[in-house]
């Protein structure tokens, strides 16, 4: 192989290397938004959840204490 020819050939190939590494980097930062989002979306039903929690167990305490105050007012 000539030395033109060798170096056509390895251009070429650094060229789809340089491609090759561009769509590689591409697919990966497509991956890492989806991790994120799939992350954020977690993050925000856990804390739906726990504000769901929250209200329930305020509830709750309003029902024992008035509860409470009702058993001292009647008496046992």
């Given at each position: 192989m000539s030395?033109?020819?060798s170096g056509l050939i390895g251009s070429w190939a650094e060229a789809?290397?340089?491609?090759q590494r561009r769509r590689e980097a591409q697919r990966w930062a497509g991956v890492r938004e989806q991790q994120?989002?799939?992350?954020r979306q977690r993050e925000a039903d856990?804390?739906?959840r726990t504000q769901e929690l929250d209200a329930r167990v305020a509830v709750l305490e309003?029902?024992?204490v008035g509860a409470g105050r009702r058993?001292?007012?009647?008496?046992?």
């Amino acid at each position: 192989m000539s030395r033109r020819s060798s170096g056509l050939i390895g251009s070429w190939a650094e060229a789809q290397r340089q491609d090759q590494r561009r769509r590689e980097a591409q697919r990966w930062a497509g991956v890492r938004e989806q991790q994120a989002a799939y992350r954020r979306q977690r993050e925000a039903d856990v804390l739906r959840r726990t504000q769901e929690l929250d209200a329930r167990v305020a509830v709750l305490e309003g029902l024992l204490v008035g509860a409470g105050r009702r058993h001292f007012e009647w008496g046992p």
